[in-house]
Nanobody, 114 residues
Framework: VQLQASGGGLVQAGGSLRLSCSASGSTISLNAIGWYRQAPGKQRELVAA???????KYTDSVKDRFTISRDNAKNTVYLQLNSLKPEDTAVYYC?????????WGQGTQVTVSS
């Protein structure tokens, strides 16, 4: 499985971005797909994920601000980031799991200025 992430950028606090992650194969075959992020000096953390049944999971700090969705026809998962805060600044990584295998895309930088 190859994952291609895009959509990062620089935005002011309160702004929005949409990240996209395209998978090389069918997203239906994946157990789950989502996004991690890593800020400088911090551990990588799970931001949001969606499983093959459509169940979503978010870390508490992004609930009600970020929305994950998937388009199985396009083998793509999206992360809509709204009401961005400076503390959301990080490299965001697309991630997927199939059985016990984890797959990672390249990171995309999200920078939120105050």
């Amino acid at each position: 499985v190859q994952l291609q992430a895009s959509g990062g950028g620089l935005v002011q606090a309160g702004g929005s971005l949409r990240l996209s992650c395209s998978a090389s194969g069918s997203t239906i075959s994946l157990n789950a797909i989502g996004w991690y992020r890593q800020a400088p000096g911090k551990q990588r953390e799970l931001v949001a994920a969606i499983d093959n049944g459509g169940t979503t999971k978010y870390t508490d700090s992004v609930k009600d601000r970020f929305t994950i969705s998937r388009d199985n026809a396009k083998n793509t998962v999206y992360l809509q980031l709204n009401s961005l805060k400076p503390e959301d600044t990080a490299v965001y990584y697309c991630w997927a799991i199939k059985l016990t295998n984890n797959y990672w895309g390249q990171g995309t930088q999200v920078t939120v200025s105050s």
